[in-house]
């Protein structure tokens, strides 16, 4: 009888962390050419619909869960504490950013002359993504940190 190991049984073979880091790669060649153009040209973001911000977002979301979730190759319970302590932390900072996105919005219109609304707080494989590289991060520094 096979006995379920729960802490590693979801993590991915250890190959699939380079495959992670090449499509981030082609990941940030997508967005940060689409966000120079969103704020140098002036286009309008409305253009797009839900489909066109989710196939932007999908090759960095795509890459970042790919290294979060690959095994290291001695993998054991200290990486798992970090991999653990990271994702909880981009909970907590998520929860934050959302709840203070309308307040920040505000503000921004405020000084730039514009009307207070309520932002649309959607985007939800933005938020993913947000969530991601915050996990990554925190996780790639306390590797290094505790190493």
């Known amino acids: 009888m096979k006995t379920l190991r729960i802490e590693t049984d979801y993590l991915l073979a250890p190959k699939y962390r380079k495959v992670g880091k090449l499509v ?14 969103i704020l140098a ?18 090759p960095l979301s795509l890459g970042l869960y790919l290294i979060l979730f690959s095994k290291e ?8 504490s970090l991999r653990l302590k990271s994702i909880s932390r981009g909970v907590v900072i998520l929860i934050i950013a959302i709840a203070m996105l309308p307040l920040l919005s505000n503000i921004f219109n405020l000084i ?12 939800n494989l933005a938020v993913c993504t947000l969530l991601l590289i915050y996990s990554n991060l925190v996780y790639w520094y306390n590797k290094r940190k505790l190493a």
């Open 24 to 37: 981030c790669i082609f990941g940030w060649l997508v967005i940060v050419p689409f966000t120079v153009g």
């Open 41 to 58: 040209l002036g286009i309008d973001i409305e253009l797009l619909d839900e489909f066109g911000l989710f196939i932007i977002h999908l």
């Open 73 to 80: 190759k001695n993998e054991d319970e200290f990486y798992l």
């Open 112 to 123: 730039v002359g514009e009307n207070i609304a309520l932002p649309d707080v959607g985007g």
